[in-house]
């Protein structure tokens, strides 16, 4: 690690990844046009507006293929935020991550499918 921070690696390493989340947030901003999110141009996730009367979205997009985290996991005084968080960190590549946008727009502009399983 000392040669990494004596021959500047470190550093070319942080900037990297502060590139790559700048990118993926970019690539986000235009994937989620038209819809309300809050984020910071370096950030590695973003909060996602939730439909109002959609009371099972987080569970609608689980269904989808997106492991999502409502607001409720994050709060603390019992008044969860109507969002969601959304990770652009997890996805290994833009490409991965262009799909999961997809998904998570089409999931979100679909009914909601009510069967309940179990």
Same mark, same amino acid.
């Given at each position: 690690?000392?040669?990494?921070? #004596?021959?500047?690696?470190?550093? *070319? ?6 590139? #790559? ?8 901003? *235009? ?13 590695? +996730? ?10 099972? !979205?987080?569970? +609608? ?5 997106? &492991? !999502? !985290?409502?607001?409720?996991?994050? $709060? /603390?005084?019992? $008044? ?5 968080? %959304?990770?652009?960190?997890? &996805?290994?590549?833009?490409? #991965? ?7 998570? /727009?089409?999931?979100? +502009? ?6 309940? %399983? !179990?």
């Amino acid at each position: 690690m000392t040669h990494w921070l #004596e021959t500047g690696i470190a550093d *070319r390493i942080i900037t990297a990844i502060r590139s #790559e989340a700048v990118g993926r947030q970019q690539l986000a901003q *235009r994937a989620l046009k038209g819809l309300q999110f809050l984020a910071k141009p370096a950030a590695h +996730h973003l909060w996602l507006r939730l439909p109002e009367g959609r009371p099972d !979205v987080a569970a +609608h997009l689980l269904r989808n293929g997106l &492991a !999502v !985290v409502a607001g409720d996991a994050f $709060t /603390v005084d019992g $008044t969860p935020p109507r969002a969601a968080r %959304i990770s652009l960190g997890a &996805a290994r590549n833009r490409a #991965e991550l262009t799909e999961a946008l997809r998904i998570l /727009v089409g999931a979100l +502009h679909k009914p909601a499918d009510t069967r309940q %399983i !179990v």
